[in-house]
């Protein structure tokens, strides 16, 4: 009987201990996974607002030499680029893309640029851009 008694005791140990070490994989594993989700918002958020800014910079750029009647080929065809870059990475987000969607981020962005090229005057645009940026940063934060 005594043998019965240590060999249950041995078996519902090792069983315990399996189980144990298997909730902790399955709890660690899931905390890893999400932490990894939380790391990837983060990171097309910050490319996000590099990308917004660098345009926008760009663009500044460009109107206040098109004032001088200073504005060189080469700047030109930064602000281009920047500006679709900007549109790529408005578009291509994974880890992000159901908020941007929900902001409706691209179309906003577009008639912002849009007001800026019809009237040449970026101060028009500050606000918004502000405003972007802020939600950005907030989102990108959040978690």
Same mark, same amino acid.
Request: charge should be neutral; hydrophobic fraction near 40%; charged fraction near 35%.
């Given at each position: 009987?005594?043998?019965?008694?240590?060999?249950?005791?041995?078996?519902?140990?090792?069983?315990?201990?399996?189980?144990?070490?298997?909730?902790?994989?399955?709890?660690?594993?899931?905390?890893?996974?999400?932490?990894?989700?939380?790391?990837?918002?983060?990171?097309?958020?910050?490319?996000?607002?590099?990308?917004?800014?660098?345009?926008?910079?760009?663009?500044?750029?460009?109107?206040?030499?098109?004032?001088?009647? %200073?504005?060189?080929?080469?700047? =030109?065809?930064?602000?281009? #680029? !920047?500006? /679709?870059?900007?549109?790529?990475?408005?578009?291509? *987000?994974?880890?992000?893309?159901?908020?941007?969607?929900?902001?409706?981020?691209?179309?906003?962005?577009?008639?912002?640029?849009?007001?800026?090229?019809? %009237?040449?005057?970026?101060?028009? =645009?500050?606000?918004?851009? #502000? !405003?972007? /940026?802020?939600?950005?940063?907030?989102?990108?934060? *959040?978690?």
């Amino acid at each position: 009987m005594i043998w019965l008694t240590v060999l249950t005791s041995g078996v519902l140990g090792i069983v315990g201990t399996a189980i144990g070490a298997f909730l902790v994989y399955r709890f660690s594993r899931r905390t890893q996974h999400e932490q990894w989700i939380r790391d990837n918002r983060k990171e097309e958020y910050r490319e996000l607002i590099e990308a917004l800014t660098d345009e926008i910079t760009a663009l500044v750029r460009r109107l206040e030499m098109s004032k001088d009647r %200073t504005i060189t080929r080469e700047v =030109f065809d930064e602000e281009r #680029e !920047k500006h /679709r870059t900007a549109l790529r990475v408005l578009k291509n *987000r994974i880890f992000i893309a159901r908020d941007l969607k929900e902001r409706n981020l691209f179309d906003e962005w577009a008639d912002g640029l849009k007001l800026v090229w019809e %009237t040449g005057e970026y101060h028009t =645009f500050e606000a918004t851009y #502000e !405003k972007i /940026r802020e939600w950005i940063v907030d989102r990108a934060t *959040r978690e």
